[in-house]
Structure formats: C-alpha cells, structure tokens
C-alpha cells in the first residue's frame, strides 16, 4: 500500500512538529487560521472544545492543502469546571499552578486527521496529581522551564515532570501535544509506511 497523499501538519508547535518528526514520514508544516478564543468562548465542554478546536484547525488548512492528509490537533486543561490553555506570561502561569497545586487535573488532548472525504478523530485524556507547592517553589519552576506557551503552565519533557506525583494515560506522547501511539494507527490505515 503506498502513500495516497503528501502529510501536512496544521501546526506551528515545536513540540508537535518534533513529536511527529519520530514518525520518520516526510510532512509539512501551515499555520491554521482558527479564532481560538472566540471558540472558548462558546461555552463548550472542554473534550469538545478541543475536538472542536482541532477539526478547525485542520479544515483551516484544507483550502491551501486540498490533496494533503492533514493533522489539527488541540490541547487543553480542564480543572475544577475550567478550561486553562496556554498562559502567555510568568504571572499567568505561577497562578495557574498555585490554583492545581495538591490537586488532579485533566489534559485533553486531541487529534484530527483529514483524508479526503474522512476525519478521523481520536482525543487522549491525561489525568495528572499535582503535589502540594510552595507559591516559591512555583514561582522558581516557572522562572526555569518558562512555559508560557504550554496548556497548564508546565513542560513535562523538561522540568516540569518534578511538579507531580501522578500521571495516568495511556499515551505519554499526547502530553507533549501528539499522541502518537493513535496516529501512527490512523496515518498506517491510510497507507502511509510507518516503520
């Protein structure tokens, strides 16, 4: 079975660009064009907004891309009734933890993947016990891993890993933004060669 289509990923995440670089299939990257936070601000459940959100992300770049196979993928916190994205500054981020610290959480993390006329849908739920932190043990992590641009306020590829004592999934790669276990699944049922 050959490759039916060239690979882009609607993404412009390091972290997911470098996850599906793994893969070793030849891709492209394209910036999607999706309005997030008038997205979040439609009162949706998180797992939806986030499916929601990557299926929109994907179709953004259908228009440029009409031949590809296209990966969107979204990724978001859900604490207590809330919906945490990407903080976008220290201040933000230090508030974030403090508000989980000693606390559960979920990571949402979801993939779509356009093929034609086919969506493929898949979503990872991470649960994460974070421990009990001191507002200075926040504030120097946040000052070390800088993760301003990630859902939660920390990177558990880097320092981040030490904020807890539990971590339940079934696929550590979608905590990083990309679940690959799923997407080799649906990328090798479309005739891509992975391995």
């Not at 670089?21 to 797992?47: H, I, N, Y």
């Not at 916190?77 to 230090?94: C, D, L, M, N």
């Amino acid at each position: 079975m050959g490759v039916v289509s060239e690979l882009v990923l609607a993404s412009t995440s390091p972290y997911r660009r470098k996850l599906l670089e793994r893969l070793g299939v030849p891709f492209r990257c394209r910036a999607p064009r999706v309005d997030e936070e008038a997205m979040k601000a439609s009162g949706t459940g998180p797992r939806e907004l986030a499916e929601l959100l990557a299926v929109a992300k994907a179709v953004s770049v259908r228009d440029q891309e009409p031949d590809a196979t296209i990966i969107g993928g979204d990724q978001l916190v859900a604490f207590e009734r809330r919906i945490y994205g990407k903080p976008g500054s220290a201040e933000a981020a230090v508030e974030q933890l403090a508000a989980m610290a000693g606390r559960s959480h979920d990571l949402i993390t979801t993939i779509a993947v356009l093929h034609g006329e086919e969506t493929h849908l898949h979503t990872n739920v991470t649960t994460l016990h974070m421990r009990r932190l001191a507002r200075a043990e926040i504030e120097r992590y946040v000052a070390a891993d800088q993760p301003f641009d990630c859902a939660g306020s920390y990177k558990l590829e880097e320092w981040g890993i030490v904020l807890f004592e539990k971590i339940e999934t079934e696929d550590h790669t979608a905590v990083t933004g990309l679940p690959l276990i799923a997407l080799t699944t649906i990328l090798r049922k479309l005739g891509f060669a992975i391995p």
